[in-house]
């Protein structure tokens, strides 16, 4: 845990908000993929190419790890999530630029950017938090 003595309560705020956002998106990936087989997120997840669609597991789900990785006082929480940024950068890569049907639209388009800047975020902060040797 981090439970050491230079641990500040915003260490802990912070480390559970990751833990709920990337939670949350774990959440949202299963739903996509357990959708009826005639509904919109069934047809966006069969028309997607494997590369995008491995890349969006991949920045999920070592999203979820690294968070909950760093509330577990672990170093490789950092590995998680250049993973996870890694994995979230090709999914945004065919979903901006690739994907012909439909359109992506403004408000899609700021979600996936705010969620690279979010994993960007968590990286750069797990790198703080073991520099300052939090993280064991």
Do not use: K
Request: charged letters at 10%; aromatic letters at 12%; hydrophobic letters at 55%.
């Amino acid at each position: 845990m981090l439970s050491r003595a230079e641990t500040r309560f915003q260490d802990w705020m912070i480390s559970f908000l990751l833990l709920i956002w990337f939670g949350y998106v774990a959440l949202e990936f299963v739903a996509s993929r357990s959708a009826p087989p005639n509904s919109h997120e069934a047809i966006l997840v069969s028309i997607m190419p494997h590369w995008a669609s491995s890349g969006q597991a991949l920045g999920v789900w070592t999203g979820f790890a690294g968070a909950v990785l760093l509330i577990l006082g672990s170093r490789m929480a950092l590995l998680g999530f250049v993973a996870s940024l890694v994995g979230s950068s090709a999914y945004v890569y065919y979903a901006a630029c690739l994907r012909r049907a439909p359109e992506i639209g403004f408000d899609e388009l700021a979600l996936l950017l705010g969620a690279l800047i979010i994993c960007l975020f968590a990286m750069m902060y797990s790198n703080a938090l073991a520099v300052r040797r939090v993280l064991r």
